[in-house]
Protein backbone atom coordinates (compact mmCIF):
# COMPACT_ATOMS: atom_id res chain seq x y z
CA UNK A 1 0.00 0.00 0.00
CA UNK A 2 1.36 3.20 -1.19
CA UNK A 3 1.60 6.42 1.47
CA UNK A 4 -1.20 8.00 -0.60
CA UNK A 5 -3.87 5.17 -0.18
CA UNK A 6 -2.39 4.59 3.50
CA UNK A 7 -3.75 7.93 4.51
CA UNK A 8 -6.54 8.23 2.46
CA UNK A 9 -7.30 5.06 4.58
CA UNK A 10 -6.78 6.35 7.90
CA UNK A 11 -8.79 9.69 6.90
CA UNK A 12 -11.47 7.34 6.61
CA UNK A 13 -11.24 6.40 10.08
CA UNK A 14 -11.49 9.70 11.73
CA UNK A 15 -13.35 9.54 14.55
CA UNK A 16 -13.68 8.62 18.11
CA UNK A 17 -15.93 6.55 17.14
CA UNK A 18 -15.94 5.75 13.47
CA UNK A 19 -16.21 8.19 10.91
CA UNK A 20 -18.65 11.67 11.21
CA UNK A 21 -21.05 12.15 8.21
CA UNK A 22 -19.74 15.95 6.35
CA UNK A 23 -22.39 17.75 7.38
CA UNK A 24 -21.46 16.78 10.82
CA UNK A 25 -17.80 17.95 10.68
CA UNK A 26 -18.98 21.40 9.17
CA UNK A 27 -21.12 22.14 11.44
CA UNK A 28 -18.61 21.68 14.37
CA UNK A 29 -16.30 23.77 12.14
CA UNK A 30 -18.75 26.24 11.43
CA UNK A 31 -19.75 26.54 14.86
CA UNK A 32 -16.51 26.51 17.07
CA UNK A 33 -14.56 29.05 14.52
CA UNK A 34 -17.45 30.87 12.24
CA UNK A 35 -19.97 31.83 14.55
CA UNK A 36 -19.50 34.98 16.03
CA UNK A 37 -16.30 35.88 13.98
CA UNK A 38 -15.48 38.53 12.26
CA UNK A 39 -15.08 36.78 8.98
CA UNK A 40 -15.89 37.04 5.24
CA UNK A 41 -17.64 34.66 3.85
CA UNK A 42 -15.74 31.85 2.99
CA UNK A 43 -14.44 30.58 -0.07
CA UNK A 44 -15.56 26.84 -1.44
CA UNK A 45 -12.10 25.87 -1.38
CA UNK A 46 -11.65 26.31 2.16
CA UNK A 47 -13.98 23.95 3.28
CA UNK A 48 -13.56 21.62 0.43
CA UNK A 49 -10.07 21.40 1.46
CA UNK A 50 -10.79 21.13 5.64
CA UNK A 51 -13.28 18.19 4.93
CA UNK A 52 -10.76 16.37 2.26
CA UNK A 53 -8.02 16.73 4.94
CA UNK A 54 -10.89 14.81 7.09
CA UNK A 55 -11.49 12.25 4.27
CA UNK A 56 -14.44 13.53 2.90
CA UNK A 57 -13.82 13.04 -1.05
CA UNK A 58 -14.62 16.23 -3.06
CA UNK A 59 -17.62 14.75 -4.75
CA UNK A 60 -19.62 14.17 -0.99
CA UNK A 61 -18.05 17.90 -0.08
CA UNK A 62 -19.71 19.39 -2.57
CA UNK A 63 -22.92 17.33 -2.67
CA UNK A 64 -23.18 18.42 1.32
CA UNK A 65 -22.69 22.21 0.69
CA UNK A 66 -25.49 22.01 -1.51
CA UNK A 67 -27.70 20.48 0.64
CA UNK A 68 -27.01 22.80 3.41
CA UNK A 69 -27.67 25.28 1.00
CA UNK A 70 -31.10 23.94 0.26
CA UNK A 71 -31.74 23.41 3.79
CA UNK A 72 -31.12 26.99 4.49
CA UNK A 73 -28.02 26.34 6.99
CA UNK A 74 -26.04 27.70 4.30
CA UNK A 75 -26.23 31.02 2.37
CA UNK A 76 -24.38 30.83 -1.03
CA UNK A 77 -22.70 33.81 -3.45
CA UNK A 78 -20.80 34.11 -5.98
CA UNK A 79 -17.71 36.39 -6.52
CA UNK A 80 -16.13 35.83 -9.91
CA UNK A 81 -15.95 31.99 -10.56
CA UNK A 82 -15.69 31.44 -6.54
CA UNK A 83 -18.69 30.11 -4.88
CA UNK A 84 -18.32 31.72 -0.95
CA UNK A 85 -20.35 30.44 1.58
CA UNK A 86 -21.81 32.03 4.97
CA UNK A 87 -24.05 31.15 7.99
CA UNK A 88 -27.94 32.13 7.63
CA UNK A 89 -30.22 33.17 10.69
CA UNK A 90 -31.71 29.68 10.96
CA UNK A 91 -27.67 28.27 11.16
CA UNK A 92 -26.87 30.62 13.29
CA UNK A 93 -29.63 29.76 15.78
CA UNK A 94 -29.02 26.16 15.63
CA UNK A 95 -25.52 26.61 16.24
CA UNK A 96 -26.08 29.12 19.20
CA UNK A 97 -27.99 26.67 21.16
CA UNK A 98 -26.07 23.93 20.73
CA UNK A 99 -22.99 25.89 21.61
CA UNK A 100 -24.43 26.42 25.17
CA UNK A 101 -24.04 22.49 25.61
CA UNK A 102 -20.69 22.48 24.11
CA UNK A 103 -18.67 25.09 26.03
CA UNK A 104 -20.45 24.18 29.43
CA UNK A 105 -17.79 23.37 31.91
CA UNK A 106 -20.30 20.81 33.18
CA UNK A 107 -22.72 19.67 29.89
CA UNK A 108 -23.61 16.27 31.54
CA UNK A 109 -24.54 18.00 34.80
CA UNK A 110 -28.41 18.83 35.41
CA UNK A 111 -28.31 21.74 38.76
CA UNK A 112 -32.01 21.94 38.63
CA UNK A 113 -32.41 17.93 39.07
CA UNK A 114 -35.15 16.25 38.57
CA UNK A 115 -36.68 14.43 35.31
CA UNK A 116 -38.91 15.45 32.47
CA UNK A 117 -41.36 12.93 31.69
CA UNK A 118 -43.58 13.25 28.10
CA UNK A 119 -46.42 11.30 27.10
CA UNK A 120 -47.62 10.57 23.74
CA UNK A 121 -50.33 8.86 21.84
CA UNK A 122 -50.28 8.46 17.87
CA UNK A 123 -52.90 6.48 15.56
CA UNK A 124 -50.95 4.05 13.62
CA UNK A 125 -51.95 6.38 10.67
CA UNK A 126 -49.64 8.83 11.85
CA UNK A 127 -46.89 6.32 11.63
CA UNK A 128 -44.34 8.41 9.64
CA UNK A 129 -44.76 11.42 12.47
CA UNK A 130 -43.89 8.61 15.14
CA UNK A 131 -40.94 8.28 13.71
CA UNK A 132 -40.06 11.40 13.44
CA UNK A 133 -41.19 12.30 17.37
CA UNK A 134 -38.55 9.30 18.18
CA UNK A 135 -35.63 10.63 16.48
CA UNK A 136 -36.20 14.21 17.42
CA UNK A 137 -36.92 12.75 21.32
CA UNK A 138 -33.42 10.62 20.95
CA UNK A 139 -31.66 13.72 19.72
CA UNK A 140 -32.71 15.87 22.32
CA UNK A 141 -31.76 13.39 25.41
CA UNK A 142 -34.58 11.44 26.10
CA UNK A 143 -34.75 7.47 26.41
CA UNK A 144 -37.98 5.37 26.30
CA UNK A 145 -39.06 4.13 29.40
CA UNK A 146 -41.99 2.15 27.67
CA UNK A 147 -44.44 2.42 24.80
CA UNK A 148 -45.38 6.06 24.53
CA UNK A 149 -43.22 7.44 27.56
CA UNK A 150 -40.55 9.04 27.66
CA UNK A 151 -38.10 10.96 29.73
CA UNK A 152 -34.65 13.02 30.07
CA UNK A 153 -32.57 14.13 32.79
CA UNK A 154 -33.40 17.66 34.22
CA UNK A 155 -35.41 20.24 32.78
CA UNK A 156 -36.08 20.35 28.82
CA UNK A 157 -38.12 22.63 26.88
CA UNK A 158 -39.87 19.88 24.82
CA UNK A 159 -42.12 22.93 22.93
CA UNK A 160 -38.62 24.15 21.71
CA UNK A 161 -37.75 20.72 21.13
CA UNK A 162 -40.93 20.40 18.76
CA UNK A 163 -41.06 23.77 17.41
CA UNK A 164 -37.19 23.42 16.53
CA UNK A 165 -37.60 20.76 13.71
CA UNK A 166 -41.21 21.45 12.43
CA UNK A 167 -43.02 19.16 14.83
CA UNK A 168 -46.04 21.62 15.92
CA UNK A 169 -48.55 19.25 15.18
CA UNK A 170 -46.98 16.46 17.33
CA UNK A 171 -46.77 19.10 20.05
CA UNK A 172 -50.52 18.69 20.46
CA UNK A 173 -50.58 14.92 21.15
CA UNK A 174 -48.31 15.10 23.73
CA UNK A 175 -47.81 16.21 27.51
CA UNK A 176 -45.05 16.59 29.13
CA UNK A 177 -44.14 17.73 32.73
CA UNK A 178 -40.99 18.17 34.99
CA UNK A 179 -40.77 15.28 37.84
CA UNK A 180 -39.17 14.12 40.99
CA UNK A 181 -38.75 10.69 41.78
CA UNK A 182 -41.06 9.64 44.75
CA UNK A 183 -39.10 7.38 47.62
CA UNK A 184 -38.99 3.82 46.95
CA UNK A 185 -38.48 4.35 43.31
CA UNK A 186 -35.43 2.57 41.50
CA UNK A 187 -34.13 5.30 39.57
CA UNK A 188 -31.01 3.00 38.77
CA UNK A 189 -32.92 0.30 37.32
CA UNK A 190 -35.02 3.41 35.44
CA UNK A 191 -32.01 4.66 33.91
CA UNK A 192 -30.95 2.02 32.29
CA UNK A 193 -34.41 1.16 30.72
CA UNK A 194 -34.41 3.94 29.33
CA UNK A 195 -30.92 4.49 28.02
CA UNK A 196 -28.08 2.11 27.01
CA UNK A 197 -25.95 2.34 29.36
CA UNK A 198 -22.93 0.29 28.45
CA UNK A 199 -23.49 1.80 24.41
CA UNK A 200 -22.85 5.45 26.62
CA UNK A 201 -20.09 4.19 28.54
CA UNK A 202 -18.13 2.68 25.55
CA UNK A 203 -18.84 6.49 24.04
CA UNK A 204 -17.24 8.08 26.60
CA UNK A 205 -13.99 5.35 26.82
CA UNK A 206 -13.42 5.60 22.81
CA UNK A 207 -13.47 9.41 23.17
CA UNK A 208 -10.49 9.50 25.97
CA UNK A 209 -8.64 7.04 24.04
CA UNK A 210 -8.84 8.92 20.92
CA UNK A 211 -8.07 12.28 22.64
CA UNK A 212 -5.77 11.30 24.80
CA UNK A 213 -3.22 11.87 22.06
CA UNK A 214 -4.25 14.09 19.54
CA UNK A 215 -4.17 12.70 15.70
CA UNK A 216 -0.57 14.47 14.62
CA UNK A 217 -1.10 13.72 10.68
CA UNK A 218 -4.19 16.54 10.76
CA UNK A 219 -3.37 20.27 11.13
CA UNK A 220 -4.33 22.36 14.30
CA UNK A 221 -7.41 23.44 12.27
CA UNK A 222 -8.36 19.66 11.19
CA UNK A 223 -7.84 18.49 14.49
CA UNK A 224 -10.12 20.70 16.47
CA UNK A 225 -13.10 20.32 13.85
CA UNK A 226 -12.62 16.42 14.62
CA UNK A 227 -11.83 17.13 18.35
CA UNK A 228 -15.90 19.24 17.86
CA UNK A 229 -17.40 16.31 16.15
CA UNK A 230 -16.54 13.76 18.05
CA UNK A 231 -17.90 15.92 21.46
CA UNK A 232 -20.81 16.72 19.45
CA UNK A 233 -21.63 13.00 19.03
CA UNK A 234 -20.94 12.54 22.52
CA UNK A 235 -23.48 15.26 23.73
CA UNK A 236 -26.04 13.46 21.83
CA UNK A 237 -25.37 9.97 23.38
CA UNK A 238 -25.11 11.19 26.66
CA UNK A 239 -27.91 13.54 27.53
CA UNK A 240 -26.15 13.79 31.03
CA UNK A 241 -27.26 10.71 33.05
CA UNK A 242 -26.87 11.26 36.64
CA UNK A 243 -23.72 9.81 37.75
CA UNK A 244 -25.28 9.11 41.33
CA UNK A 245 -27.17 6.37 39.21
CA UNK A 246 -23.92 4.96 37.03
CA UNK A 247 -21.36 3.87 39.82
CA UNK A 248 -18.19 6.36 40.99
CA UNK A 249 -15.66 5.94 38.25
CA UNK A 250 -18.18 7.06 35.41
CA UNK A 251 -16.51 8.77 32.92
CA UNK A 252 -18.24 11.86 31.97
CA UNK A 253 -16.37 14.25 33.88
CA UNK A 254 -12.90 13.20 32.54
CA UNK A 255 -14.47 13.32 29.48
CA UNK A 256 -15.22 17.18 29.39
CA UNK A 257 -12.08 17.98 31.51
CA UNK A 258 -10.01 16.18 27.92
CA UNK A 259 -12.13 18.62 25.72
CA UNK A 260 -11.94 21.89 27.15
CA UNK A 261 -8.20 21.29 27.62
CA UNK A 262 -7.39 20.01 24.31
CA UNK A 263 -9.78 22.61 22.66
CA UNK A 264 -8.78 25.42 24.80
CA UNK A 265 -4.67 23.88 23.49
CA UNK A 266 -6.24 23.37 19.31
CA UNK A 267 -8.00 27.17 19.75
CA UNK A 268 -5.51 29.81 19.14
CA UNK A 269 -3.39 27.62 16.20
CA UNK A 270 -6.40 26.91 14.30
CA UNK A 271 -8.55 30.31 14.34
CA UNK A 272 -4.86 32.04 13.08
CA UNK A 273 -4.73 29.11 9.93
CA UNK A 274 -8.17 29.54 9.64
CA UNK A 275 -7.65 33.71 9.08
CA UNK A 276 -4.47 32.93 6.82
CA UNK A 277 -5.95 30.55 4.99
CA UNK A 278 -9.10 32.53 3.92
CA UNK A 279 -7.11 35.40 3.46
CA UNK A 280 -4.82 33.39 0.71
CA UNK A 281 -7.74 32.10 -0.77
CA UNK A 282 -9.93 35.75 -1.27
CA UNK A 283 -6.77 37.89 -2.11
CA UNK A 284 -5.59 40.92 -0.73
Do not use: N
Request: a neutral charge; zero cysteines; aromatic letters at 6%.
Amino acid sequence: MDAAVRTQAASADLGADGPHRPQSLLLGFLGGFVLGRDLPPLPAVVLLDLLGELGVTEAAARATLKRMTHRGLLERSQVGRTARYQLTALSEGVLSRAGRRVDSPTPFEHPEGGWTLLSYSMPETLRDLRHRVRSRLTWAGFGGLRDGLWIAPGTVDVAEVFAEAGLEDAAALADWFAAQPLPGTDVDGMVHRAWDVPAVLAAHQAFLQAWATPPAHLSELGRATLLIADWLRLLRTDPGLPALHLGPDWPAARSAELYQQTFAALRPGAQAALVRTVRAATGP
